[in-house]
C-alpha cells in the first residue's frame, strides 16, 4: 500500500501559495486512483496551524508540520532537516510537494538522504495498473514523456500552473507536531528586499501575457527608430492591463550586438525554446516573427493572437487564433488611450 505524503511549505505570512493549492490537486488525484492508498499533509514553516486549517477539507487522514522561527524562510539546511523529518514520519513511499524554488533547491538532497529518486516539472499524474505514472514535457516542451518507478521513497515536484488550485472547503485541522534538530549553519537571513508592486513586469498570474519582438527597435515607417517611444507604450499598456511581459529572444539579444534595446527588458522576460514557457489564459505578441523557437514557448497559452504588419509572417501560419495585420506602434497607442494611459 502506498503511503503519500504530500509536503508543502508556508508563505511568509503563513498562508498557502496557489502552487501549493496546486499540487495539493495532484497529490489528491493520485490518493484518489491508487487502491488503498493513505494521503497525509506535511507542512513546514513560521506557523503552520492557519495553512493546515486552509485545506482541512481535503480529507488527508493526518497532518503534520514543522514550524519555528527557523523554518520561517528559505534556507537549505533548515528545510532539507524538516523535509526528511516529515518523510519519515509519515513512512512515505510517494512524496508530492510543488515544484517552487525553495523546493527544487531542497528536496533532491533530502532525496539523497533517504536513499531515493525525484523527479520535477511534473505536468500530469495518472495510474495505471495500479501503478503511478508522470508525464513531463522534454526538449523545451517538444516531446511529452510518461514515466514510472519501483524505486521508493519517490518525491515528486509538480509544476506550477500544471494542475488546478485546490478550492475546497477550510476547517479546523489537528496538527502533529514533529521535532526537527535545527542543524548548525552560517546562513543567516535577514530580510527581503523586493521591487515595489507596480513595477514588476513579470507577472506569472496575470490573465495576458504581452511579448514584444525585435520590431519594436528596428526602424519604422519615417525611417527612423524610436526606441523611447517604445518603452513608454509598451510599459503603459503593461501597467494598465496589469499584463505579464515577455521578450523574444532576438530583442533581448540585441544588447550585445550594439543595437538600441528597450532599457527595461532582460534575459528573464525571454519567452521560447530557449527561455520560459508560462501558462497564461492569453497571449499577445508583437513585432514578432512567431516561428517554432518562439511558439514553443507559447504551446500552453489557450487563446493566442498577434500583431504584425506582414501577412505572411509565422503567426499567419496556424500558429495564432487571431492574427492582426497592422501596425504595433498605432495599435497599442489607441489601445492605450481607450485604457487612458494617453
Partial sequence: ??????????????????????????????????DGAELTVGLIGGEVQAAANAIAGCGAAAFLGVAGADFAVARYSSDAAAASALAQT???????????????????????????????????????????????????QRM???????????????APGAFSAWAGTPGTAEVQPV??????????????????????????????????????????VDGQAHVSDA???????????QASLGSSKSLVDQSGEGQQVLSFMSHLHQVGQTGTTPRHRKGLATCCHGEEPHVVGWRFITERRAINLDAGCGWAQGKADVLYVADAFEVLTKVNELLGKS
Avoid at 144 to 158: D, E, I, K, N, V
Avoid at 184 to 203: C, F, N, P, Y
Avoid at 233 to 238: E, G, K, N, Q
Fill in 1 to 34: 500500500m502506498e503511503k503519500i505524503l504530500f509536503l508543502a511549505h508556508t508563505d511568509t505570512d503563513g498562508s498557502v501559495g496557489k502552487p501549493v493549492l496546486e499540487a495539493l490537486t495532484a497529490a489528491l488525484e493520485l490518493a484518489a486512483n491508487l
Fill in 90 to 140: 509519515a513512512q512515505a513511499t510517494l512524496v508530492v510537494a510543488p515544484g517552487t524554488s525553495r523546493f527544487a533547491r531542497a528536496l533532491p538532497g533530502v532525496c539523497q538522504r533517504l536513499g531515493g529518486r525525484i523527479d520535477t516539472q511534473i505536468t500530469g499524474l495518472q495510474v495505471v495498473d495500479g501503478e503511478p505514472r508522470i508525464q513531463r514535457w522534454y526538449y523545451r
Fill in 144 to 158: 511529452a514523456g510518461t514515466l514510472t518507478r519501483s524505486h521508493r521513497p519517490w518525491f515528486l515536484l509538480a
Fill in 179 to 220: 521535532a526537527v534538530q535545527v542543524p548548525e549553519s552560517r546562513t543567516r537571513v535577514l530580510g527581503t528586499q523586493a521591487a515595489l508592486a507596480d513595477a514588476h513586469t513579470i507577472r506569472p498570474d496575470a490573465d495576458l501575457l504581452f511579448v514584444a519582438g525585435a520590431g519594436w527597435t528596428k526602424k519604422q
Fill in 231 to 241: 518603452e513608454k507604450c509598451i510599459l503603459d499598456f503593461v501597467e494598465a492591463a
